[in-house]
Each structure stands twice: as C-alpha cells, then as structure tokens.
C-alpha cells in the first residue's frame, strides 16, 4: 500500500518506518513520500538521506481547511492509501479525516485513553500516574481519541521528570509504530464499535 508520513520536528518515529521498511518488516507498505508542515523539520533531512520524496507545505497563517486541502491534494497525486501522522503537531479537519477515514494512524506518547494531547509526558508527572507507554491509534475527528491498535508501557518512577519519562518512552515508540502500520498494510486490523482487533490469518 502507497504510504505517506506527515510530521512536524525530529522524525524519529519516520525514521523507525524507514529502518523498519529497510529491514524488510514493512513488505506491503511502499513509503512513498514525506510531507512537513515547517521548512526547518529534520524529518526532510532524513528524506533526502533515504531518497523518499518530500514536500514542505507550510501551514503557518494558513486555514485549518486550506492547508488540509493543499494535502489532500498532494496526497492524491501520488495516490497515497495510508497516512502515517508522526508528530505531526496539527490537528486534522473532519473532511480530511472523512477522505481517508480508518486508514490514518497517529503515535502518542501516553496510554490513551489518558493523558491526551501535546503535553502528554508533562500531564503524567503531574497526574502522579505510576505508569505511562505510548499508543499507536487510528486517528478520529477527536483530539488523540480514535480506536486504539497497539500500546506499550513503562514504569514512571519517583524521579521522572518530562524528559526522562520522553526518553524511556519513545525507543518503545520506535517499536510498535512499524509493528501497527505492517499490521495495517497487510490488512489485518478491523475495527468494530470502536475497537481494533487484529486477525491472526
Ligand atoms: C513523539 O513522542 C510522538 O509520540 C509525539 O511527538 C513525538 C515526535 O517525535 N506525537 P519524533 O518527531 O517522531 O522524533
């Protein structure tokens, strides 16, 4: 399946999908092209270092719905099926979610259903949350609310702070992110009143 990441910063996570493709653990995704929404996103640089396709498209002073417009439209070109948010810092407009409805997937560094949004890791040390992880999900019209596909966890201790409690999570991000999005290209994710099973055939 023709597949297309959308980030906004670092692209560790792009990065996990492309190891992960390299390495022959994505045999049916085809990672065709890297879409960021600000110029100065290293994700690109991890694009040319790959040769993958980029295209910057800023959506700073842009409406929610022009700027999802301008994607849908690249996506369209380059017939992409799947969509791939890795921290991508935007939040998406109902018709784009409407276009590729159950075919995008978002990381989030919590377990859903706690802690939402972008502040997830802050949220946890000062819930006095004793535990955290990540989540991989498909993406809905809420914010960090649609059916969850996989989750890892990890113990949060006395002395975590956000950036310690980020980096004891984020190589479990790096994990199951290709694992959902190799069950989701091979098809073997279905979902039913908002829950994901994953068929073993
Ligand atoms: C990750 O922690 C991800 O869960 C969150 O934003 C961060 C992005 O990191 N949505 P990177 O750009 O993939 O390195």
Redesign the pocket.
């Given at each position: 399946m023709r597949v297309a990441v959308l980030?906004?910063?670092?692209?560790?996570?792009?990065?996990?999908i492309i190891d992960a493709s390299k390495e022959n653990k994505l045999p049916n995704c085809k990672l065709e092209l890297l879409i960021v929404n600000k110029k100065e996103a290293?994700?690109v640089e991890r694009a040319k270092k790959h040769n993958i396709a980029y295209k910057i498209i800023e959506s700073k002073n842009k409406k929610r719905e022009d700027f999802d417009h301008e994607m849908l439209e690249v996506l369209a070109k380059n017939k992409i099926e799947i969509v791939v948010?890795?921290?991508?810092?935007r939040i998406l407009s109902k018709p784009f979610i409407t276009k590729y409805k159950n075919r995008i997937i978002?990381?989030?560094?919590s377990l859903l259903p706690l802690h939402p949004g972008a502040h997830?890791h802050r949220d946890v040390i000062k819930s006095g949350a004793k535990e955290s992880g990540?989540t991989v999900h498909f993406v809905d019209e809420g914010v960090d609310t649609g059916p969850i596909i996989m989750q890892e966890t990890v113990v949060v201790d006395k002395n975590d702070n956000e950036e310690t409690l980020?980096a004891k999570?984020?190589p479990l991000?790096h994990q199951i992110f290709p694992k959902a999005l190799h069950l989701l290209t091979s098809k073997k994710l279905e979902i039913k009143e908002g829950k994901v099973t994953i068929r073993s055939d």
């Open positions: 980030a906004s910063g670092r692209g560790s996570n792009f990065q996990s290293y994700a948010l890795a921290g991508f810092m978002n990381i989030h560094p997830a990540c980020a999570i984020l991000e």
